[in-house]
T-cell receptor, first 115, second 117 residues
Framework: NAGVTQTPKFQVLKTGQSMTLQCAQD?????MSWYRQDPGMGLRLIHY???????DQGEVPNGYNVSRSTTEDFPLRLLSAAPSQTSVYFC??????????????FGAGTRLSVL | AQKITQTQPGMFVQEKEAVTLDCTYD???????LFWYKQPSSGEMIFLIY??????QNATEGRYSLNFQKARKSANLVISASQLGDSAMYFC??????????????FGSGTQLTVLP
């Protein structure tokens, strides 16, 4: 009953370091997304994928890379961490049912601090 | 322009009373879906309720109902018989089905609900 699993739960980086946030889902969902949540704001879309091998940019993609080599995994890479990337990161997966309803299921989040 | 507006940063409600959390949206797509998510202090995002733009009736899920007024572009969440466990941040979100946004969610800034004993 895993759903969407994000690792790590917490991470502290120094400016300029790189790292990968992991996201895996076991529901065979076609859509996966990465969001960031900053204080006083809702979630903002970073990158998304509509299927294995297909990715695209969201609202705030700068400084992040993604890839989707399998249906299950959708890692988010920070290329050179900056303090502005201090945030809580959520991964989500979803599918569209016949009614066009697309409910996104979220992971527990990764709290990232960049010093 | 904001696509999703939640004008109430914080709300208080007495236990066992009903509360309405406001959400207005802006879209030119005829096909869209509206969602409400709950985020407790533990941080996870929990899906509560969904309303499609073509749905004839207001959505209901247990103690949650959605007051959908399409002409006014509002989708307010009503929580009946509030419980202490309802204290959380609540987010309204929209998915536009026909636009080029590849059907991802746009979120409002949230409303922090506190249920008082």
């Amino acid at each position: 009953n895993a759903g969407v699993t994000q690792t790590p739960k917490f991470q502290v980086l120094k400016t300029g370091q790189s790292m990968t946030l992991q996201c895996a889902q076991d529901m065979n969902h076609e859509y996966m997304s990465w969001y960031r949540q900053d204080p006083g704001m809702g979630l903002r879309l970073i990158h998304y994928s509509v299927g294995a091998g297909i990715t695209d940019q969201g609202e705030v993609p700068n400084g992040y890379n993604v890839s989707r080599s399998t249906t299950e995994d959708f890692p988010l890479r920070l290329l050179s961490a900056a303090p502005s990337q201090t945030s809580v990161y959520f991964c989500a997966s979803s599918y569209s049912n016949r009614a066009g309803m697309n409910i996104q299921y979220f992971g527990a989040g990764t709290r990232l601090s960049v010093l | 322009a904001q696509k999703i507006t939640q004008t109430q940063p914080g709300m208080f409600v007495q236990e066992k009373e009903a509360v309405t959390l406001d959400c207005t949206y802006d879209t030119s797509d005829p096909s869209y879906g509206l969602f409400w998510y709950k985020q407790p202090s533990s941080g996870e995002m929990i899906f509560l309720i969904y309303q499609g733009s073509y749905d004839q009736q207001n959505a209901t899920e247990g103690r949650y109902s959605l007051n959908f007024q399409k002409a006014r572009k509002s989708a307010n969440l009503v929580i009946s018989a509030s419980q202490l466990g309802d204290s959380a941040m609540y987010f309204c979100a929209m998915r536009e089905l026909d636009s080029g946004s590849a059907r991802q969610l746009t979120f409002g800034s949230g409303t922090q609900l506190t249920v008082l004993p």
